[in-house]
């Protein structure tokens, strides 16, 4: 085996041990928010939804920042490894922005009555999603490696951009149109019981992130040495 | 004004249900991939040819 | 600066020159525009609803699609007659190169709008005579928003796979700030509401703006140098 090939395969093997512990480090979450929080009176057990779903936003936050910054670094750089790193976060924040989407609503008809609305929360994971799926289909257009680098940087940083702006835009619109009264599921003083769980819930999917990221990127690296070595994917 | 609690426990599952399913099938999606990968690249490294 | 801007007016002049010998862009994007102006009409019933609470959001959908069709045509033009590469290998100052094809398109996608917006006065009845130096401005600013992104993502699409799903897929986020920025100034211009109320979202467009010209300015090269 070269030593690049050995190098990858000892990333994936990283990655496959971490993203275990994350989804170890998941379940735990999931036990805990389920028989160690207290039901919140007013909204009932769906409140208990909020444990997942804010990670999840908060996973594919984290996503789309390493994207962007990682796309400047490359366009500084010019390494190649910084590209798959990018691209690799691009694909595990799909899944995050997914989870996020899919909770969020389900969470939303029992808080709202309907099953989306334009929050400002909401909003902004369906427009990063929108990014992730765009930028994954550029790449996945562009046949040249070194274009295909360079492009997804440039759309890495201007997506990076473009989110203070839908911020800005959501904020406007909302102080204009009022939302429906939003029933806080963490009011100022949250008991320490779902801080607890909130608290874990971020650290065990802050985890599972990294150990989606760095399996991808290993692989990645793989198939990077693979298109290399002039195999047809 | 009397309040009662909603039961919408069902809603609980569904979305705890979803969110284990999509991390899950992800997470199994790339250990499948990596096996894959790691597979041919040793085949590689042995010399015999890609495909 | 003055090189800079007699470049970047050289650059424009000739995509301009090249469109109007062919036309197809233009035109396209024209009888495009007026297609969907002719679908909202049916598509609404006019019992239901007021032309003028609807025109503000009729308006700019049309805006936003026909500049999509206008700037993914203008990319073509370009690359059918290989004039991108003779001009890389020029010493031109890449900011340059970008400034021009923004001007550019700018135009088409204002030829664009030229002709929609007496379209969708003709036929939706609006009148917005005691508005249109307000909507004017908006369009103005809101056009040079999607157009400065626009430029950069048909300048990466155009030789890529399924280029024309390729640049809205990319481009349609990002028209999102200007198109909500410009129907909401249009609506309270067409209301007559006072300046006041619409500077919030002016204030989004103009940063808007800036901010994305100067960072398209900042990426080009890495899109057309190796």
């Not at chain 1, 007013?42 to 996503?63: C, D, E, N, S």
């Not at chain 1, 149109?177 to 029933?183: D, F, K, N, R």
């Not at chain 3, 370009?78 to 890389?88: S, T």
Request: glycine share 8%; hydrophobic share 60%; charged share 15%.
């Amino acid at each position: 085996m070269t030593p690049e090939l050995l190098a990858a395969s000892r990333i994936v093997r990283r990655g496959q041990v971490l993203t275990i512990l994350g989804l170890l480090a998941a379940t735990a979450v999931y036990v805990i928010a389920l028989c160690y929080t207290p039901m919140e009176a007013r909204q009932g057990l769906a409140q208990k939804i909020f444990y997942v779903h804010a990670p999840a936003a908060w996973g594919a936050l984290v996503a789309f920042a390493v994207v962007g910054i990682v796309s400047i670094l490359y366009l500084w750089l010019h390494d190649e490894r910084l590209d798959l790193f990018a691209a690799s976060s691009a694909e595990v924040g799909i899944a995050f922005s997914l989870v996020m989407l899919t909770t969020g609503p389900i969470w939303g008809k029992t808080v709202w009555g309907t099953w989306w609305t334009w929050d400002a929360r909401l909003t902004l994971t369906l427009f990063l999603f929108f990014l992730f799926v765009g930028y994954l289909a550029l790449r996945a257009a562009v046949q040249d490696r070194g274009e295909r680098a360079r492009f997804s940087a440039v759309v890495g940083i201007m997506g990076l951009v473009l989110v203070p702006f839908i911020h800005l835009s959501v904020y406007l619109f909302r102080t204009l149109h009022p939302q429906p009264v939003l029933l806080k599921p963490s009011a100022p003083s949250m008991p320490p019981e779902m801080l607890r769980a909130l608290l874990s819930g971020m650290a065990a999917f802050t985890l599972l992130y990294i150990g989606f990221v760095v399996l991808r990127y290993g692989l990645a690296r793989l198939d990077n040495l693979r298109e290399g070595a002039g195999d047809a994917l | 004004m009397p309040f009662e609690t909603p039961q919408n426990g069902g809603f609980l599952a569904a979305a705890y249900i979803v969110a284990a399913v999509i991390y899950v099938t992800y997470a199994t999606s790339l250990f499948l991939r990596a096996q894959r990968a790691v597979r041919q690249a040793g085949q590689q490294g042995s010399g015999a040819g890609g495909q | 600066m003055a090189e800079f801007l007699r470049l970047a007016f050289a650059i424009a002049g000739k995509d301009i020159r090249l469109e109007l010998r062919s036309r197809t862009a233009l035109l396209s994007a024209i009888v495009f525009s007026a297609l969907v102006l002719v679908v909202f009409n049916f598509a609404r019933d006019p019992t239901a609803i007021a032309a003028v609470d609807l025109a503000p959001s009729v308006l700019w959908v049309t805006f936003a699609f026909g500049a999509v069709i206008a700037l993914n045509r203008a990319f073509y033009v370009e690359r059918e007659n290989a004039a991108l590469d003779g001009i890389l290998l020029a010493p031109v100052p890449r900011s340059a190169l970008y400034v021009g094809k923004l001007l550019a398109n700018l135009a088409f996608v204002g030829v664009v709008e030229a002709v929609a917006l007496p379209l969708f006065v003709l036929f939706f009845n609006v009148s917005i005579g005691h508005a249109l130096p307000g909507i004017l401005g908006v369009t103005a600013l809101a056009t040079i928003g999607f157009v400065s992104v626009g430029t950069i993502f048909s300048a990466m699409v155009v030789r890529t796979r399924f280029a024309e799903l390729m640049l809205p897929v990319l481009l349609l986020p990002f028209m999102v700030p200007p198109l909500v920025g410009a129907v909401q100034v249009t609506s309270k211009l067409l209301a007559g509401r006072p300046l006041s109320e619409m500077v919030g979202w002016l204030r989004l467009l103009t940063l808007y703006d800036i901010g994305f010209v100067t960072l398209c300015i900042l990426v080009f090269p890495a899109v057309v140098d190796e």
